[in-house]
């Protein structure tokens, strides 16, 4: 089946420093990758669409700017998040959309943690 | 715009009883509807994807059904374990290219040995 990736799983960082998550599709090339956030006890939100080769569209509400989205290829979509502070902690969730299989199922990353201190 | 709601938010029953979760959307006019389960800190695993045009899918113990026109989707799991225990979150694309998900609230089951 097919399978997300994502590095690393639970990430700790000072308040003002960047952090990066990667996200690799293992087994399928993704042209599309999404980035969502969770907070504790909550559902999913969808914060940006990654997409090979061109630009990541953003959610309404999340910066662009503090979210930097990059989809180097066709396995590989990152987030990194600059100048971290305590209330970007969450956990953070990235998803690939398969090209094959049945009806554009989207298949998820086990998820990073972060702390912000 | 779509609106997804999973009722109740939580579930305990013991083992061996069947489940029946529930999953209502406002708009009929769907694509598709996914069923994942999550594990406490964990990521999302598929369980199941009906198609619009499809009634129910059903893999091992879990049967997936879906009534668009009602709108409500319902996941059953047969004869239930203490290993089912997770979140169970139910999902519909946005759009035809299935890129955005909107995603319920979740319900929270707790299958007691």
């Known amino acids: 089946g097919a399978v997300v990736s994502q590095h690393p799983s639970r990430v700790i960082c000072k308040s003002g420093t960047s952090v990066k998550i990667e996200c690799r599709s293992l087994?399928?090339?993704?042209?599309?990758m999404f980035w969502y956030r969770q907070f504790p006890k909550q559902s999913l939100m969808l914060m940006a669409t990654s997409n090979e080769g061109s630009k990541a569209t953003y959610e309404q509400g999340v910066e662009k700017d503090k979210f930097l989205i990059n989809h180097a290829s066709l396995t590989l979509s990152t987030l990194t998040v600059t100048s971290a502070h305590p209330e970007d902690s969450s956990f953070y969730i990235c998803?690939?959309?398969?090209?094959?299989?049945?009806?554009?199922?989207?298949?998820f990353g086990p998820g990073t943690r972060l702390t912000v201190t | 715009k779509q609106e997804v709601t999973q009722i109740p938010a939580a579930l305990s029953v013991p083992e061996g009883e069947n489940l029946v979760l529930n999953c209502s959307f406002t708009d009929s006019a769907i694509y598709n509807l996914q069923w994942f389960r999550q594990d406490p800190g964990k990521g999302l695993t598929s369980l199941l994807l009906?198609?619009?045009?499809?009634r129910e899918q059903t893999s091992g113990r879990l049967n997936a059904s879906l009534d668009k026109s009602s709108g409500r989707s319902t996941l059953y799991i047969a004869a239930s374990q203490p290993g089912d225990s997770a979140t169970y979150l139910c999902?519909?694309?946005?759009?035809?290219?299935?890129?955005?998900?909107?995603f319920g609230g979740g319900t929270r089951v707790l299958v007691k040995p």
């Open positions: 998803s690939a959309k398969s090209p094959v299989g049945f009806g554009y199922e989207q298949y």
């Open positions: 087994d399928f090339q993704a042209t599309t």
């Open positions: 999902a519909l694309p946005v759009t035809a290219a299935g890129n955005k998900l909107t």
């Open positions: 009906i198609q619009s045009s499809q």
